[in-house]
């Protein structure tokens, strides 16, 4: 009885360092939720420091995501070659120097390059920890694993809230908001010194013996020696067949995965975030200081909410929460849509109803697209170009925010707030289509068998 007391305590301290390695990795994500949405209340003093346009407003916004571009299309095959965790310190010191370059900028363009260095480690560390933590994540729990990624995301988001209302009424108050990144740089640095790198990237490279500790303490309860054979015959089966990436089976993975990356951005989950306080001075708060509180209720929201996909992601199953969050978000546009078409009649209450339907959005969002968007990303795609794959995926990500973020203030100007809203809310049922009939359910399946079920082209729907 004794013994099996000390193993089952000792099980639940490997455990234990399985959660504190998500945690360190998912830093990465506190960053990038930290610089998507510090510029939302940081635009508001920038304005005040310079006179720009909607347009160069926007090219303030979105200069992040033409980095995120460019760092998301030229790490999938580096992340293959040097490892998950190297990428990752990379995307720390990136982090670092953007941050101070913000804080120092003396023009609008040296703010917007300022932007793009910052976009590269965003673009970095959106597909490299979520494919390090789906690689390291014992199959029983890889979907709340990969949601810490999310759930730091969010919470990076609320700390750049929180920062704004601090720095609010300081002097180069924008200069501190965005030069406030520099802090959780320096601790992503420091805790992923401590990390090894993933299993199956070690074994992809020979280091075996290596990749055998790891799967050790991640998983103390199984065969170690099961799953380097299984990871080894991924990797050996495709060195008989030619057309890389484009080998047939190997297409439908991809497209499902940049399908998710469509859905995750396509239905306005960045216009809602960047332009947060925009919007709600749009709908009738008076001044920047009450729509910062208004945003940083959301910020909130959307922390919580994001507990949803980490408790019940790997229990309900990836699709419902899917299809829960997509009806959640097409209700809110189409609401947040006829408040401003009915503004006149409705007065001083608009803005109470744009800021109801923002948290049904942001609930919705949080809960579903926003995790599971990157946990099934991280899962689909084949072991041999997982990296490229992913990397592929990333930049399809940030292409289509790039689009939807530079384009939302001339449309609101163009089409008006209404048919703005609408148009997501037409994407989104599109959407709800391309999950019921082209989303797998991934829910307790191991990543090999997976990959297993694409090559003998089983259709989605019955995985």
Request: net charge positive.
């Amino acid at each position: 009885m004794a013994e099996l007391y000390v193993r089952t305590k000792e099980i639940k301290i490997r455990h234990f360092w399985v959660y504190i390695i998500a945690a360190v990795a998912s830093l990465g994500g506190l960053l990038s939720g930290f610089d998507t949405g510090v510029i939302s209340g940081a635009l508001l003093y920038i304005n005040e420091t310079w006179q720009t346009s909607s347009w160069e407003q926007g090219w303030i916004v979105s200069a992040a995501i033409v980095g995120a571009v460019a760092g998301a299309a030229m790490n999938g095959s580096l992340s293959d070659i040097y490892g998950r965790k190297k990428i990752i310190v990379a995307t720390g010191v990136i982090f670092a120097i953007g941050s101070l370059m913000c804080a120092y900028a003396a023009s609008p363009m040296w703010l917007i390059i300022s932007r793009m260095v910052i976009g590269l480690a965003v673009g970095m560390v959106n597909f490299v920890v979520p494919l390090y933590l789906s690689e390291i994540a014992p199959q029983k729990i890889r979907g709340m694993l990969v949601s810490t990624f999310q759930l730091a995301i969010t919470a990076g988001i609320l700390f750049s809230y929180l920062v704004n209302r601090i720095f609010a009424n300081a002097e180069y108050s924008w200069r501190w908001m965005l030069g406030a990144g520099l802090v959780p740089a320096v601790v992503l640095l420091v805790g992923i010194s401590f990390l090894g790198d993933t299993p199956r990237w070690l074994i992809s490279k020979k280091r075996e013996k290596e990749a055998k500790e790891i799967f050790q303490k991640i998983n103390p309860q199984g065969n170690a020696e099961a799953h380097i054979s299984e990871v080894k015959a991924t990797l050996t089966r495709p060195k008989n067949a030619k057309g890389g990436i484009f080998k047939p089976w190997m297409i439908m993975p991809v497209f499902v995965g940049v399908g998710m990356m469509f859905m995750q951005i396509c239905t306005g989950i960045n216009t809602i975030i960047f332009y947060t306080t925009t919007i709600f001075k749009i709908a009738g708060f008076s001044d920047n200081i009450s729509a910062i509180y208004a945003t940083i209720g959301i910020g909130f929201v959307n922390f919580i909410m994001t507990f949803v996909a980490i408790f019940f992601t790997d229990k309900w199953g990836r699709k419902p929460l899917l299809y829960t969050g997509l009806f959640g978000i097409l209700i809110a546009l189409v609401s947040l849509g006829a408040a401003f078409r009915y503004a006149d009649i409705l007065g001083d209450n608009l803005k109470w109803i744009a800021v109801g339907s923002v948290v049904v959005y942001i609930t919705a969002f949080a809960m579903s697209l926003g995790p599971v968007g990157w946990i099934m990303v991280s899962e689909i795609l084949p072991l041999q170009i997982r990296g490229l794959a992913m990397s592929i995926c990333t930049v399809a990500n940030f292409a289509f925010n790039f689009i939807v973020v530079l384009s939302f203030l001339p449309l609101i100007h163009s089409v008006g707030e209404a048919w703005t809203f609408w148009i997501f809310a037409g994407i989104t049922v599109l959407c709800l289509f391309f999950t019921y009939y082209l989303v797998p359910e991934t829910k307790g399946i191991s990543l090999e068998k997976i990959e297993q079920n694409w090559r003998e082209k089983i259709p989605a729907r019955k995985f």
